[in-house]
């Protein structure tokens, strides 16, 4: 617990709304944060306490609430989810059921956690080193940049193909995978749903995408938990089913993942989109009719902003001759 509070990513994101320190002051103070913890524990407990933290931040207590409101409030969640009514977690299933579930995707939380640090343990005593390198000296800007995208490269490709090869390519895996992550066919997720797999399936698909990129790029701890974060987030708005999800890329991802699982995993194998646009397995609107969409929304929207110009400068030119014309009567 004294690591989890005393991590600097929720210290240095926290000090701006308890003070009104300016920001060389809060990095200083992420800075002095960071280096007592790297000072004070292992880099292996850092990583696990982080890892863990980011999950029940950004995952678990976000997807409650949604679980909550879809549950409470379906009339109103249902017009704001894919698919409509269909996609409320409430639909076809008891609260002893839902119960169970929350149970079973807090236990995966917890199981992949256990995994991740048998695994670290592991590379660290064969390697001799940590597989993140958590160093007092911070990551340079254009370093968490790269290595981010890098892992993201990685993650995409490993999640493509284990998704389609392993998971809905038929055998005893896609079996379990389409009995616990697809009970529900034509409906939307839920994010609940993120965790709530086999938990041989959700170390494949979760797990195993981000984590072994990670071993391999091995970044700076911080930049490990930025990458932690973005796809968390991701992960959790792509899975709630919703249809309010801003932006041409996470309102993309999110539509894609909804008829991932409407259609019973027949497409959409990858987050993005990319691959599934190459490999011809896009269920619905691919990645490039995203693009395109968006392109003409701009159009509209500059459309639309030439015209209330000219709207404007007509009404500017009216007020002028209007006053004009007052002066000119007042000196008759």
Do not use: C
Request: hydrophobic share 50%; no cysteine; charged share 15%.
């Amino acid at each position: 617990m004294d690591v989890l509070l005393s991590l600097p990513i929720v210290s240095y994101f926290a000090a701006p709304m308890l003070t009104s320190w300016s920001t060389s002051l809060n990095l200083l103070f992420f800075y002095m944060t960071w280096t007592t913890l790297v000072l004070s524990h292992t880099p292996l407990r850092i990583e696990l306490a982080g890892t863990l933290a980011v999950r029940v931040v950004f995952w678990l207590a976000p997807s409650l609430l949604f679980l909550v409101f879809d549950t409470l409030i379906p009339s109103l969640a249902e017009s704001l989810k894919y698919y409509g009514r269909a996609s409320l977690p409430a639909r076809r299933r008891t609260a002893g059921a839902l119960l169970r579930q929350v149970l079973l995707a807090v236990v995966n939380l917890l199981l992949l956690t256990a995994v991740q640090a048998a695994v670290s343990a592991a590379a660290a005593r064969f390697l001799r080193r940590p597989p993140f390198r958590a160093s007092t000296a911070l990551p340079l800007p254009w370093q968490i940049v790269k290595h981010v995208l890098a892992l993201y490269t990685m993650r995409e490709v490993l999640a493509y193909y284990i998704n389609r090869l392993l998971l809905h390519g038929g055998g005893a895996l896609a079996n379990l995978h389409a009995r616990y992550a697809h009970p529900r066919r034509g409906a939307a997720p839920y994010a609940l749903m993120l965790y709530a797999d086999h938990p041989l399936t959700l170390l494949l698909h979760r797990l195993v995408p981000a984590y072994l990129p990670a071993l391999f790029v091995r970044p700076h701890l911080l930049t490990y938990f930025v990458f932690t974060v973005l796809t968390t987030v991701e992960e959790m708005l792509s899975m709630s089913g919703y249809s309010i999800v801003p932006g041409i890329v996470m309102g993309g991802i999110a539509r894609r993942t909804a008829t991932h699982y409407a259609s019973g995993g027949k497409g959409n194998y990858g987050a993005w989109g990319l691959l599934d646009w190459i490999h011809g397995t896009s269920v619905g609107k691919d990645v490039v009719e995203d693009i395109h969409d968006e392109a003409e929304k701009h159009r509209v929207r500059e459309r639309g902003g030439h015209a209330a110009s000219d709207a404007g400068s007509m009404v500017q030119d009216g007020i002028d001759s209007f006053k004009k014309r007052q002066k000119g009567r007042k000196k008759t």
